[in-house]
């Protein structure tokens, strides 16, 4: 695997803070320079560590690149003081570092650990010095979560609290040819595979172990079961562990020195043998006349009202429910799908309702809000429906139901299907003209659909 070797420079900042971007020095008390190239950042107190700072734009070096060496290389400015100084070296410790404003800006950043630059012998004019090796410092900054190729890297020094400065040239100093330089040389990281999630059978009958396995086998996995994409602050993958409900399983892969992998996913489903129940969003009633020459439709919407459905006063009248969210998968097989109203008055004793009950043959069944919508929908109902004879007597507040098990397989095995769509049922009436209906309550918690899948 070869090395890279690359040298970046310092750039100019906004006009906001030329000043303190553009001139730096190590000092350690209020000496200051009268330069207009240089600045010192001295405090007003020989106690107060003093400090400057250079900012390296558009950084190329992969995330999580192996560094190899790295050190920043000035050009001396001027002799000093002619004592030797120590100063500590330091990159701030962020993904993507912005100039500070002042010092109290500078003074606030967080910082890498230090690296001592100890005895630093008196400077000539345009004359280079190295930092002693920082490439552990850095690799902190280049490890870093959030850290990507081409933003950009603040290094800082600080004074040891020895009475003594260096200057170094400013960016504008000599056309720009002395400004600070950083130099790396980097090992950029292969990209780790996706881990295996296991079992691959995304459907399970019960509670299960689920694995995850990646390579190198001593790299982290890191999972989520929310659906989110994991990095490398979610769960840490040490066993298999159990899953006993519908969910999402997404992991990738992280070892130093190399690039994370993408993310693996597996969303699983256990099957239900127990019926789920599922409720309406809203109900609609709809009577459709079938006078020569027809009366107007009428058509009531509401959430708090009974409804006919069956033969009544001249008319066959039919009912539209949504059933919302229906947390079944795609391709299951439907054991049973009980359709439950409720009477809100005793059946008519002149002769028993003969209703058919479809659905909408769509993905994603709509609500119902308009007669037109209905009248345009009629000719897109399932191919499978189901007869449901109610027979006269039955008293109100009974449940009455219906399994249209082939009614909803139909929906469920549609290609566009997806867990958590709804499905809009139709009964329809198929009394003879006579006299034939019952009369059910449509609020939300007296329909519903009762499925069992496997």
């Given at each position: 695997m070869?090395?890279?070797?690359?040298?970046?420079?310092?750039?100019?900042?906004?006009?906001?803070?030329?000043?303190?971007?553009?001139?730096?020095?190590?000092?350690?008390?209020?000496?200051?320079?009268?330069?207009?190239?240089?600045?010192?950042?001295?405090?007003?107190?020989?106690?107060?560590?003093?400090?400057?700072?250079?900012?390296?734009?558009?950084?190329?070096?992969?995330?999580?690149?192996?560094?190899l060496k790295?050190?920043?290389?000035?050009?001396?400015?001027?002799p000093?003081d002619?004592?030797?100084t120590?100063?500590?070296?330091?990159?701030?410790?962020?993904?993507?570092?912005?100039?500070?404003?002042?010092?109290?800006?500078?003074?606030?950043?967080?910082?890498?650990?230090?690296?001592?630059?100890?005895n630093?012998?008196?400077?000539?004019?345009?004359?280079?010095?190295?930092?002693?090796?920082?490439?552990?410092?850095?690799?902190?900054?280049?490890n870093?979560?959030g850290?990507?190729?081409?933003?950009?890297?603040?290094?800082?020094?600080?004074?040891?609290?020895?009475d003594?400065?260096?200057?170094?040239?400013?960016?504008?100093?000599?056309?720009g040819?002395e400004?600070?330089?950083?130099?790396?040389?980097?090992?950029?990281?292969?990209?780790?595979?996706?881990?295996?999630?296991?079992?691959?059978?995304?459907?399970?009958?019960?509670?299960?172990?689920?694995?995850?396995?990646?390579?190198?086998t001593?790299?982290?996995i890191?999972?989520?079961?929310?659906?989110?994409?994991?990095?490398?602050n979610?769960?840490?993958?040490?066993?298999p562990?159990?899953?006993?409900?519908?969910?999402?399983?997404?992991?990738r892969?992280?070892?130093?020195?190399?690039?994370?992998?993408?993310?693996?996913?597996?969303?699983y489903?256990?099957y239900?043998?127990?019926?789920?129940?599922?409720?309406?969003?809203?109900?609609?009633d709809?009577n459709?006349?079938?006078y020569?020459?027809?009366?107007?439709?009428s058509?009531?919407?509401?959430a708090?009202?009974?409804?006919y459905?069956?033969?009544?006063?001249?008319?066959?009248?039919?009912?539209?429910?949504?059933?919302?969210?229906?947390?079944?998968?795609?391709?299951?097989?439907?054991n049973?799908?009980i359709?439950?109203?409720?009477?809100?008055q005793?059946?008519?004793?002149?002769?028993?309702?003969?209703?058919?009950?479809?659905?909408?043959?769509?993905?994603?069944?709509?609500?119902?809000?308009?007669?037109s919508?209905?009248e345009?929908?009629?000719?897109?109902?399932?191919?499978?429906?189901?007869?449901?004879?109610?027979?006269?007597?039955?008293l109100?507040?009974?449940?009455?139901?219906?399994?249209?098990?082939?009614?909803i397989?139909?929906?469920?095995?549609?290609?566009?299907?997806?867990?958590g769509?709804?499905?809009?049922?139709?009964?329809?009436?198929?009394?003879p003209?006579?006299?034939?209906?019952m009369?059910?309550?449509?609020?939300?918690?007296?329909?519903?659909?009762?499925?069992?899948?496997?």
């Amino acid at each position: 695997m070869s090395s890279t070797t690359t040298t970046f420079t310092t750039t100019t900042c906004s006009t906001t803070t030329t000043t303190l971007t553009t001139t730096t020095s190590f000092t350690t008390t209020s000496t200051s320079s009268t330069s207009s190239t240089t600045h010192s950042t001295s405090t007003t107190t020989t106690t107060a560590p003093n400090a400057g700072f250079c900012l390296f734009r558009n950084v190329t070096i992969p995330y999580n690149s192996r560094i190899l060496k790295a050190v920043v290389e000035f050009t001396g400015y001027a002799p000093g003081d002619g004592i030797d100084t120590d100063v500590q070296c330091y990159f701030e410790n962020a993904d993507d570092s912005l100039p500070p404003s002042d010092k109290a800006d500078l003074d606030t950043r967080e910082l890498t650990s230090g690296v001592a630059w100890k005895n630093i012998e008196e400077w000539k004019d345009n004359y280079p010095y190295q930092t002693p090796q920082l490439k552990d410092i850095l690799q902190t900054v280049i490890n870093r979560s959030g850290w990507e190729s081409g933003n950009n890297i603040l290094f800082t020094a600080k004074n040891d609290g020895l009475d003594s400065y260096r200057l170094w040239s400013a960016i504008e100093h000599r056309g720009g040819v002395e400004k600070a330089r950083l130099k790396v040389s980097w090992i950029a990281p292969k990209k780790l595979d996706p881990p295996v999630i296991t079992p691959v059978e995304t459907f399970q009958l019960s509670a299960f172990d689920c694995e995850i396995h990646a390579y190198p086998t001593d790299a982290s996995i890191y999972y989520t079961l929310d659906g989110s994409n994991p990095n490398d602050n979610d769960i840490l993958y040490s066993s298999p562990f159990e899953i006993s409900s519908n969910k999402i399983v997404k992991a990738r892969v992280y070892k130093p020195y190399w690039t994370y992998s993408n993310i693996a996913e597996k969303s699983y489903s256990l099957y239900s043998a127990t019926p789920l129940r599922f409720g309406v969003q809203s109900s609609l009633d709809l009577n459709q006349y079938t006078y020569n020459p027809p009366l107007i439709p009428s058509f009531y919407q509401g959430a708090n009202y009974e409804v006919y459905v069956g033969y009544r006063q001249g008319r066959h009248q039919d009912i539209h429910q949504r059933i919302h969210n229906v947390t079944v998968h795609q391709g299951a097989t439907i054991n049973t799908a009980i359709l439950t109203l409720q009477l809100s008055q005793d059946t008519t004793t002149f002769y028993p309702a003969t209703l058919y009950v479809y659905a909408l043959d769509a993905d994603n069944g709509v609500q119902i809000e308009t007669q037109s919508e209905w009248e345009s929908l009629m000719s897109n109902l399932t191919t499978a429906s189901k007869m449901w004879a109610i027979p006269p007597g039955e008293l109100a507040g009974t449940d009455i139901s219906v399994d249209i098990n082939n009614v909803i397989q139909e929906i469920i095995d549609r290609p566009g299907w997806a867990s958590g769509n709804g499905i809009s049922v139709f009964v329809k009436d198929g009394t003879p003209e006579v006299i034939g209906f019952m009369q059910v309550n449509h609020l939300v918690d007296e329909v519903f659909l009762d499925i069992a899948y496997t």
